[in-house]
């Protein structure tokens, strides 16, 4: 099973009103974009690691990948307005041709583990599409005008994470038919269920975290500190 990687980091991260996106904030004196490229270095059966990212920063990537000597990545790609446009552009590249699965995963989440992907990997080679999920900690409610309308039931409801792992045909038509149909999905496997192909689930992990606020970059801050003992 030949192995593609799709990293989306081309966005503007507004929610952490800094002057750069988020994903260019250091972590650990470290772009948190490298920290992400670098957790997939070890990945197995790797043929092609792709970074969408804004035209802007392309050649700050490309000088701060070649610092660090990152070897495993096969080439940054534009990205796009949304983030859907970021991994079709990436799915364009010629390399990805040659896979059997890609894996889709947020330039944020730099804490993903060597266990998470091979259970990705182990869980795709039986089912066309797998995310990992988290049980949720809060009630959810849905809230209309700042008044509750109603209370979701807890027990059917899941956080999904990246990295998202696809049959690479299934992840290309789903993408095409959404383009077609002018939809937007927040993730991959959204798309992918548009097209009515069964998404599976493995458990995702809680040091997975997406760094979205300010107070996300310090959890990742104190978890890069500790996680020789946490994970
Ligand atoms: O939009 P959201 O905050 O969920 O972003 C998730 C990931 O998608 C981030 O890593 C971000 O850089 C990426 N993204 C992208 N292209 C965009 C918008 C977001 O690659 N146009």
């Not at 980091?9 to 992400?36: D, N, Y």
């Not at 060597?114 to 009630?139: E, F, I, M, W, Y």
């Not at 493995?202 to 990742?220: C, M, R, S, W, Y």
Request: aromatic fraction near 4%.
């Amino acid at each position: 099973m030949r192995v593609g990687v799709v990293i989306a980091a081309a966005g503007k991260g507004e929610r952490m009103a800094q002057p750069v996106p988020k994903q260019f904030l250091p972590l650990g004196g470290m772009p948190i974009l490298l920290h992400t490229i670098r957790a997939f270095e070890h990945m197995p059966a790797l043929v092609s690691l792709l970074v969408a990212v804004h035209p802007r920063y392309l050649q700050d990537t490309e000088r701060w990948c070649r610092a660090l000597r990152i070897h495993h990545l096969t080439a940054l790609v534009p990205g796009g307005s949304t983030r859907q446009a970021s991994v079709w552009n990436a799915l364009q590249h010629p390399s990805i041709a040659h896979v059997d699965v890609v894996l889709v995963h947020d330039a944020v989440r730099p804490f993903v583990s060597q266990s998470l992907l091979n259970r990705l990997l182990a869980a795709v080679q039986h089912a066309p599409a797998v995310v990992p999920a988290l049980p949720l900690k809060d009630t959810i409610k849905q809230v209309e005008s700042q008044q509750v309308r109603c209370t979701l039931n807890r027990s059917e409801l899941v956080a999904v994470q990246t990295p998202q792992a696809f049959h690479r045909t299934v992840l290309v038509d789903a993408h095409r038919a959404a383009q077609q149909q002018g939809r937007i999905g927040t993730d991959d496997a959204a798309l992918v269920e548009q097209i009515g192909v069964p998404v599976a689930v493995v458990p995702g992990e809680e040091h997975n975290l997406k760094i979205t606020t300010p107070f996300d970059l310090h959890i990742a801050q104190l978890l890069l500190d500790h996680r020789q003992s946490l994970f």
